[in-house]
């Protein structure tokens, strides 16, 4: 199925190690981004590529580098992790066009990260 | 004051009532509005995208009222999957998708 997928699903983590957070999606979209979302609080962008060979910063991107390998892939990386990266984080994708059908985010499943 | 602000619930209602949800947002410039559908432990679903005239999609209406800078998400006769999390997200500068804010969500149980 069409989609957007990220992996792992789920990963724990110690303080100060590394890891990377995999997205991909098929629907030819040339907007992605990376949110988390934690208990409480709205989700929140972390950094977004508006389009192949470009990334900026979003609202909390402290602690996270990004690339965007092709139009398909997306990649969050966590250089060492600390406790306060605890969250689920979230790959979505849109479309461009017409402002409201460009702001239509499709979603992956999440990915679970424990930072101990 | 929070850019979206919604009541987080949880609405327990029983099946086949009616319920109705808002959302304030702060930035009188905002210029998109959508509810997201999010079920437990899973990834956020459009559900509805919200115009200045209204909509309706089945059993789901929502409205925009600029003048009040709210939103409002009304269920009629509610469905035991119709249990979620509704999020309200604001496009606060004309549509560019890296200002969209989340709200933190309604939470709806419907009760058989």
């Known amino acids: 199925n069409a989609g957007v997928t990220q992996t792992p699903k789920f990963q724990v983590l110690k303080t100060g190690q590394s890891m990377t957070l995999q997205c991909a999606q098929d629907?030819?979209?040339?907007?992605m981004y990376w949110y988390r979302q934690d208990p409480g609080m709205g989700l929140r962008l972390i950094y977004y590529s508006a389009s192949e060979g470009t990334t900026d910063k979003g609202e909390v991107p402290n602690g996270y580098n990004v690339s965007r390998l092709n139009k398909r892939e997306f990649s969050l990386r966590l250089e060492s992790a600390a406790p306060s990266q605890t969250s689920v984080y979230f790959c979505a994708s849109s479309g461009t066009g017409a402002p409201s059908g460009a702001n239509v985010l499709t979603f992956g499943a999440g990915s679970r990260l424990t930072v101990l | 004051r929070k850019e979206v602000e919604q009541d987080p619930g949880p609405f327990n209602v029983p099946e086949g009532a009616t319920v109705a949800f808002n959302c304030t947002y702060s930035?009188?410039?905002?210029?998109?509005f959508f509810w997201y559908r999010q079920d437990c432990r899973k990834e956020p679903k459009l559900l509805m995208s919200v115009y200045s005239s209204g909509n309706e999609d089945g059993r789901f209406t929502a409205q925009l009222n600029r003048a009040s800078q709210y939103i409002s998400l009304l269920i009629r006769d509610s469905k035991l999957s119709d249990s979620a999390t509704y999020l309200c997200?604001?496009?606060?500068?004309?549509?560019?998708?890296?200002?969209?804010?989340f709200g933190t969500g309604t939470l709806l149980a419907v009760q058989p």
């Open positions: 629907m030819n979209h040339n907007s």
């Open positions: 997200v604001v496009g606060a500068y004309g549509g560019a998708t890296n200002k969209l804010i």
């Open positions: 930035n009188s410039a905002s210029q998109s």
